[in-house]
Nanobody, 123 residues
């Protein structure tokens, strides 16, 4: 079984940057499609970004396109979310997710989830 652990969240001022990490334990993520989702209190979980197992295909939600970047280090079995030009509306708990099936934006595709890391953007 794949276990995912997010880290890197915290408090940052609007316009600042954070990099989230998602480290996998157990089986390798080399052939797993990955995604980041986020959920604010009282709101539905929403897709942030997703990438294919090879990293050759990516998707970004319109709200983060141009500001966020997903990347992965296969040697370290870790996926990253670089977040720049942060806005207060980016405040949420961020979750990484993985699937050994094909990638996509539907959360139902994903079998493995991290515990979440809080990102708070102040104005």
């Amino acid at each position: 079984q794949v276990q995912l652990v997010e880290s890197g969240g915290g408090l940052v001022q609007a316009g600042g940057s954070l990099r989230l990490s998602c480290a996998a334990s157990g089986r390798t993520l080399s052939y797993a499609a990955m995604a980041w989702f986020r959920q604010a209190p009282g709101k539905e979980r929403e897709i942030v970004t997703a990438t294919s197992s090879s990293g050759g295909s990516t998707y970004y939600a319109d709200s983060v396109k141009g500001r966020f970047t997903i990347s992965r280090d296969y040697a370290k079995n870790t996926v990253y979310l670089q977040m720049n030009s942060l806005k207060p509306e980016d405040t949420a708990v961020y979750y990484c997710a993985a699937t050994r099936r094909s990638w996509g934006t539907d959360q139902r595709r994903y079998d493995y989830w991290g515990q979440g890391t809080q990102v708070t953007v102040s104005s």
